[in-house]
């Protein structure tokens, strides 16, 4: 962003063509959305006559199109022997429960047979026969936007678990082009079901990208791509068989490829490893590590095909649960309540699979601009001289430092909406020193209120009176305990929790002005074991006849018992929406309190959080291994449509050290949500503490984070609209390249830039992937020609490899020390030519903090396009009005220096690098 007396006007951007004078001043222009009214597609309406229905022992009829895996076909026999013969790898547990043996195994129809390959302890010994009698088809019939049916399990027939659901409805609802919904349900008793708004459709939609395929006996439901035959779904496997019971239920699918991503929150690498392996569902409090059920919940998975299209699936129910991937490829899901209520996504590309699961689930919030500027924190501040002397010896470095935090520490004993009038007896200077300096903050806030201070503390006094506080079995407040000590828990489904939560946060807010708050604990955490202070009760909520394989292998463990009682339902049903209902109180609040954008930021999550919060990967340790789990984390969370996802830099947990800071700040320049953030034992890591050579590495990963804050924020904003993820894995945008289904060490922003950091220790070279492509280093501009294979970059301590595609015209903007200053500054263009010697980039801009610029027009939009020798620059949408100056554009990808260049036809001063001809 050099070239100091470059392009210069005031008003609206300047227009500009690079080489050749010439200008084209485009309309803004809409497009209307064809509303055509189109026909039923008869072709694509699954037709039941076509299935005959039949009962057992009779083989069902093959239909019309083709299975992946030919196993299947084999597996039909007569239902009076078991029939146990298959591989280990098609064997799906029928016990996995423990105490598996003989007689428990035979007791539930199963087959009981040691694995032949005894290494491998996951093949199951107790799995169904390929000719268990489960549940079969009957009275099939069309509906508006689908097909239903009944699903009967024969009376004879006994799952082993309490409370068999002998007749189940199916219904099958064609939703959209791309987007199949079924649920299976209790037609007799109504069920919980997660209270979440999705969309309705009552009319089927012209050309469906799938097909729905029913097998009668034993049911099994199959969707495939239409266009290749691809499976996405497939229940049709015999001996992985439907259960619905009480507190039982299951559901396989047989995969196509094993390519599958997704399952949150869950440390792992970004490819599940399909081998054998556990996820289990149940928001908890504890340090992220492997194989445990973390924070939130999010039962959705995305799934590569052999061609390269992707598809999704998501089952939308909060129960606790397992979800098992086996190496047939097959997963199975395996939930303790609700209904089971799937949704296919067809794509075809990955990209389209996320904005499909967004349709369903509720797009992103749009943060306010200010929320991507860099995020100071610790746990441990001993009180706000120390808080203000941070943040000046920070400030002194003239780094670019948007927001400082503060944790519990600000709290008066632990008290949500108090503040320590003497520890922290400044703190409403802290928050008009940084104001003062255009600068936020944001406080933390846990759902634990206490008890102990009855008739002097109003948040429990207005709490007990509105009666939204959480009870126990017997009806009674439920009792925990967190950090104030005991505490009871606000019910955010009681219709009035979100009035109380806004009046405190309001009341508060006008001691302490914060910008943003931080929603931590909402797992919900109940410090100690044992759902309450007085235990739990024995009945079947809290000791249900099973539980998923998640920590302690009890639900009740760390948090409240799952017989508590909310406003409509069992703790046992929404324990793992209650950070989700918090964030949506929290997020309604603060749009009352300040009439604009803020930022909720929420450790427990669940399908569809990111409408109103983004999400940080909690109590990670200061590892180079934890920095490398952050990416495939973010990548996740940038498909449960979570986008504004980042990870505590340089680690919360144990000291960090200086070299892992520093490319822990360089990485973190690339999550969207920025933000350092230390635990009470650990040594400082705000960037004042370290040598001057890191802090220099930190200003340059800084600084080049808010040159491209105008592009972050237009992918943001994409994402807020469409669904789009903001950062994005290799696969992505190379969805063929097979290279790239494993990279999780290396990400795009958007389909732009290409981040490669070093993410192991004393290291000062990366080894970096390549796809197909022109890409330029972000600094100098040198090219490389990715061909499907590995580059060594050189990477010393002061740089974070970032390449741009070429092909793409990427806007930024000078930095600052805060936005607000920044904001202020000239823009510049980065234009990275492609093989045609073309390029086309887009910046959304507005004021960067009003609430719902897009209904009210407020916004503008440019798009730019590069040709050969000419830049142009088109307005879209001219909403929002403000001075923006381009002050100069950099070309990558000229094959020789241009000698003169014009801007709507005046002359502007070129500046050409021999070697690299930018
Ligand atoms: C958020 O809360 C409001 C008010 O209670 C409710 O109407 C809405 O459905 C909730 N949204 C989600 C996604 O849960
Ligand atoms: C998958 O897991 C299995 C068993 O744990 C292991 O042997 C194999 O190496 C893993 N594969 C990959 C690609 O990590
Ligand atoms: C604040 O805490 C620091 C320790 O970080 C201590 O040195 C200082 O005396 C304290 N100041 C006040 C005013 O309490
Ligand atoms: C509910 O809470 C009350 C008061 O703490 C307690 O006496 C009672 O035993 C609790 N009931 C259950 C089922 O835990
Ligand atoms: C890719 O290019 C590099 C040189 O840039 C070369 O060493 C390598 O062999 C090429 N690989 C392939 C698969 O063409
Ligand atoms: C080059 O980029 C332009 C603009 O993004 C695009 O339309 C064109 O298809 C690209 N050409 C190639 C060969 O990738």
Redesign the pocket.
């Known amino acids: 962003m050099a070239s100091p007396n470059a392009i210069r006007r005031s008003g609206l951007l300047c227009l500009l063509s690079l080489l050749i004078s010439f200008v084209s001043f485009v309309e803004p222009r809409y497009v209307m959305l064809n509303d055509n009214k189109l026909n039923k597609a008869n072709e694509n309406v699954f037709t039941y006559s076509k299935v005959a229905m039949l009962n057992r022992p009779e083989k069902p009829t093959k239909n019309n199109f083709r299975f992946e895996m030919d196993q299947i076909e084999q597996l039909y026999g007569p239902a009076n022997s078991l029939q146990c013969t298959m591989d280990d790898s098609a064997r799906f547990d029928c016990h996995p429960d423990t105490g598996a043996h003989a007689a428990a195994c035979e007791a539930r129809g199963c087959c009981w047979a040691p694995a032949s390959t005894l290494k491998v302890i996951d093949v199951p010994y107790c799995f169904f026969p390929t000719n268990y009698n489960g549940y079969y088809l009957d009275q099939a019939k069309n509906t508006e936007s689908g097909f239903s049916s009944r699903l009967l399990r024969p009376s004879y027939s006994k799952s082993g678990w309490p409370g068999d659901v002998f007749e189940l409805q199916l219904e099958v609802a064609y939703e959209t082009k791309t987007r199949l919904h079924f649920k299976i349900y209790d037609p007799n008793n109504k069920r919980y079901e997660v209270p979440i708004p999705t969309p309705k459709v009552t009319e089927i939609p012209d050309a469906l990208a799938y097909g729905v395929n029913v097998i009668p006996n034993p049911f099994g439901i199959a969707v495939f791509r239409k266009s290749t035959g691809a499976v996405l779904f497939n229940s049709e496997i015999p001996q992985a068989p439907l259960i619905f019971s009480d507190q039982f239920l299951q559901m396989s699918t047989a995969t196509g490829s094993g390519l599958i991503y997704g399952l949150g929150e869950h440390q792992n690498p970004f490819l599940i490893n399909s081998t054998w392996k556990q996820f289990s569902f149940w928001a908890r409090d504890v340090f992220p590590m492997d194989n445990t059920n973390l924070y939130g919940s999010h039962p959705f998975y995305l799934g590569m095909e052999k061609d390269g299209s992707a598809y999704g699936v998501f089952m939308l129910n909060s129960n606790a649960m397992d979800v098992e991937i086996q190496p047939m490829p097959a997963v199975t899901f395996r939930t303790i309540g609700g209904i089971l209520d799937f949704y296919v996504f067809t794509g075809p590309t990955p990209d389209d699979v996320i904005r499909q699961y967004t349709e369903v689930i509720g797009l992103p919030v749009m943060p306010p601009y200010w929320s991507f500027g860099f995020h100071l924190c610790r746990y441990g501040y001993k009180n706000s001289t120390e808080v203000q002397t941070v943040i000046n010896r920070n400030r002194a470095l003239g780094i670019p430092y948007e927001v400082q935090w503060t944790d519990i520490d600000y709290m008066d004993r632990y008290l949500d909406w108090t503040y320590d009038k003497e520890a922290y007896g400044t703190l409403p200077d802290v928050v008009k020193n940084l104001h003062d300096h255009d600068q936020k903050h944001i406080i933390i806030v846990d759902p634990g209120i206490s008890n102990q201070y009855p008739g002097s503390y109003a948040p429990y006094d207005d709490g007990v009176k509105a009666g939204i506080f959480v009870k126990n079995a017997t009806g009674q407040i439920l009792v925990g305990s967190v950090w104030p000590g005991k505490t009871a828990f606000p019910d955010f489904s009681h219709p009035g929790a979100a009035e109380w939560w806004y009046q405190h946060a309001n009341n508060f807010h006008k001691e302490i002005p914060y910008d943003g708050l931080w929603t931590d604990m909402n797992e919900p955490s109940n410090m100690g074991r044992g759902g309450s202070t007085v235990g739990c009760t024995n009945n079947k909520l809290d000791k249900p006849p099973y539980t998923p394989g998640i920590r302690d292998g009890d639900l009740t463990s760390n948090t409240l018992c799952p017989s508590a009682k909310h406003y409509e339902h069992n703790h046992y049903d929404v324990h793992s929406l209650y950070g989700h209902m918090e964030a949506n109180a929290t997020h309604a609040a603060l749009q009352r309190i300040l009439g604009k954008r803020s930022l909720v930021i929420t450790r427990s999550s669940f399908a569809g959080t990111g409408q109103f919060a983004g999400h940080w990967s909690g109590d990670i340790a200061s590892s180079w291994e934890d920095m490398y789990y952050t990416i495939p984390q973010m990548l996740n969370f940038q498909m449960f449509g979570i986008p504004m996802f980042g990870a505590d830099i340089c680690g919360f947990r144990e000291d960090t050290t200086e070299e892992l800071c520093v490319r822990w700040m360089q990485l973190g320049a690339f999550y969207p949500f920025m933000r350092n953030h230390n635990d009470i034992h650990s040594k400082d890591q705000d960037p004042a503490v370290f040598s001057a050579n890191a802090q220099k590495a930190m200003k340059l990963a800084l600084l080049l984070r808010y040159s491209l804050l105008p592009h972050l924020y237009t992918l943001m904003h994409d994402s807020h609209i469409s669904g789009s993820a903001v950062v994005r894995p290799l696969f992505f945008q190379y969805p063929t390249d097979k290279n790239t289904y494993v990279i999780d060490r290396q990400f795009l922003w958007g389909d732009t830039l290409l981040i490669s950091p070093v993410l192991t220790q004393g290291q000062t070279v990366v080894s970096a992937y390549f796809p197909r492509d022109l890409w330029y280093d972000i600094y100098e501009g040198q090219k490389i020609v990715g061909n499907g294979s590995a580059v060594q970059l050189q990477a010393p301590i002061q740089k974070i490899n970032v390449h741009v595609r070429g092909?793409s015209i990427v806007p930024m903007q000078q930095p600052d020390v805060t936005t607000v200053a920044a904001r202020k500054k000239p823009f510049g263009l980065l234009v990275a030519l492609?093989?045609?010697m073309?390029?086309?980039g887009t910046l959304y801009w507005d004021d960067g903090e009003s609430l719902d610029t897009d209904k009210a027009g407020t916004f503008t939009s440019i798009h730019f396009?590069a040709d050969k020798d000419q830049l142009t620059s088109q307005l879209q949408h001219v909403g929002y009005r403000s001075e923006m100056t381009i002050d100069s554009v950099r070309v990558m990808g000229l094959s020789s220096c241009p000698t003169s260049a014009t801007v709507n036809s005046r002359d502007v001063t070129v500046y050409c690098h021999g070697e690299t001809k930018v």
């Open positions: 092909g492609n093989v045609s073309q390029a086309s396009t």
